[in-house]
Every structure is written in C-alpha cells, then in structure tokens.
C-alpha cells in the first residue's frame, strides 16, 4: 500500500522577492492499496476467504454510512488510524471468475471538539457623588 503525507502550505509571488511560501497544519494522511478477494480458497490463504459478492457489499456500506473504519496494518508500516473510505473500486477479471480485485483509498479522520465559551458580564458600578450643602451662618 501506498502512503501519502502532504500539507496545505500556500505560495504567493511577491513581486521582485519572488515566490513564498507561507506554512499551514498538515492535511490529513491518505492510504492506497490494492487487492482481491478470492472467490476459491488457494495455497497462500491461511483462513477461509470472505464470499467476495458479501465483502463488496459490507465495504460498500461502510462507505455508504457515514461512519469511520478502524484500518490497522501489522508489521514495518504500523498503522493503526480510524479512516473514512473516499474510494472503493472493483472489478471482476475474466481469466478468474468469481475473484473480485478492487482499490481502496482511505483518508485519515480526525475528530473535533467544539468547546461552548461562556463569558460572564463585567459588573459596572456607578458612581454616585453627594454634594454637601453649606449653609452659611
């Protein structure tokens, strides 16, 4: 699978300076990877393959839902993120009937918590001056 890390850096020309670059926070991670999904189980696979027609549909749900996924890949790469599906491709090849082979883009998620700020009002107090008649004796 592939990875991509990138930011939202923007560049401006400024006139004989010439281009800048004014640095932003990161955007969020992206993850690519192809496979398939085998409709008769082979040497190399140690569990019973998912039926791929009920794969493609779930995985199609999930993107459907609105709703992240939870994508970890053990080993080198170490991933362990919640993700939302921005593209689900698949096909079926003529040579394999029944094996599904599909791509997968997923795009990291990353929650926000919007906190409500309460301000409380400055108290104002007026000043009241009395004036002392003088009476004149």
Not at 56 to 83: D, R
Not at 99 to 116: F, G, P
Request: proline share 4%; with cysteine.
């Amino acid at each position: 699978f592939s990875v991509t890390q990138g930011n939202r850096n923007e560049s401006l020309d400024i006139g004989t300076l010439g281009e800048i670059t004014i640095m932003q926070s990161r955007a969020a991670v992206q993850l690519s990877f192809s496979s398939f999904f085998p409709k008769k189980r082979f040497p190399g696979v140690k569990a019973s393959p998912p039926n791929p027609t009920t794969a493609v549909k779930a995985i199609t749900k999930w993107k459907n839902s609105k709703s992240t996924v939870h994508f970890i890949v053990t080993g080198g790469q170490g991933v362990n993120m919640y993700c939302t599906i921005e593209a689900f491709d698949y096909y079926e090849d003529g040579g394999d009937p029944g094996t599904i082979q599909y791509s997968m883009t997923l795009k990291e998620y990353r929650s926000v918590t919007i906190k409500k700020l309460t301000t409380k009002k400055k108290k104002t107090t007026k000043k009241t001056t009395t004036k002392k008649s003088s009476s004149k004796k």
